[in-house]
């Protein structure tokens, strides 16, 4: 057995890192808890959720953006809205390029721009023309100043008149699953959707049965 793991002095640091890491889960644990109890209470009152719900059923053609971080969550609300929606398309840069959306842009189109801080200019600078081409832009964002709120026809600000920057993930991951919830609830022919993706999906072995 290797001795120095009986030296007191390494004992005792390592008493101390464990104590130090308990510490700091439990306070983490407490602030995401704090946080999400916020952002429940705002999401009940708040009717921005229910009027984006309503423009994004309402489309013809869906796009999702955000940059950096955002483009996870966007990533996350296009995956949970192309389940029961057709044309929901994510604008990865790449695949689906902003500039082939901005050439063809029609007054039934919306787009969910995802803007949190530090906000990028690349998803303003998509947006922006988008709005004037006339499309409709929906923003989720994390502040009532932030550089998108001027040209969106209706803006979710995660926690209201909040500090920018305060809301974790777990908060925003709750406000795109409440949007995407209110949207399928409100579409024609997401639950024959659902129902048939399921179906194609055990044809095809999609999922790995029996866990």
Do not use: C
Request: charged content about 20%; glycine content about 6%.
């Amino acid at each position: 057995m290797n001795d120095t793991l009986h030296r007191p002095g390494e004992r005792t640091e390592a008493g101390l890192q464990r104590r130090s890491a308990s510490l700091l889960k439990q306070r983490v644990l407490e602030h995401e808890d704090a946080n999400f109890a916020r952002t429940l209470a705002w999401a009940k009152e708040d009717p921005a959720l229910e009027r984006a719900a309503a423009l994004i059923v309402s489309a013809r053609r869906r796009f999702l953006i955000g940059a950096s971080t955002s483009f996870t969550y966007a990533s996350l609300l296009a995956a949970e809205l192309g389940a029961s929606l057709a044309n929901v398309t994510l604008v990865d840069g790449t695949i689906v390029r902003p500039l082939d959306v901005l050439s063809d842009v029609r007054s039934s189109d919306v787009m969910i721009a995802i803007s949190l801080q530090r906000y990028r200019r690349s998803t303003v600078d998509f947006a922006v023309p988008f709005a004037q081409a006339g499309g409709t832009l929906v923003l989720i964002t994390d502040a009532p100043d932030a550089p998108l709120v001027e040209h969106a026809s209706e803006s979710i600000v995660i926690g209201g008149q909040g500090e920018p920057g305060q809301n974790s993930p777990t908060a925003i991951s709750l406000v795109l699953h409440v949007l995407a919830m209110l949207t399928t609830a409100s579409a024609k022919g997401a639950a024959r959707r659902l129902i048939e993706r399921d179906r194609l999906a055990s044809t095809l072995g999609v999922y790995v049965e029996g866990q």
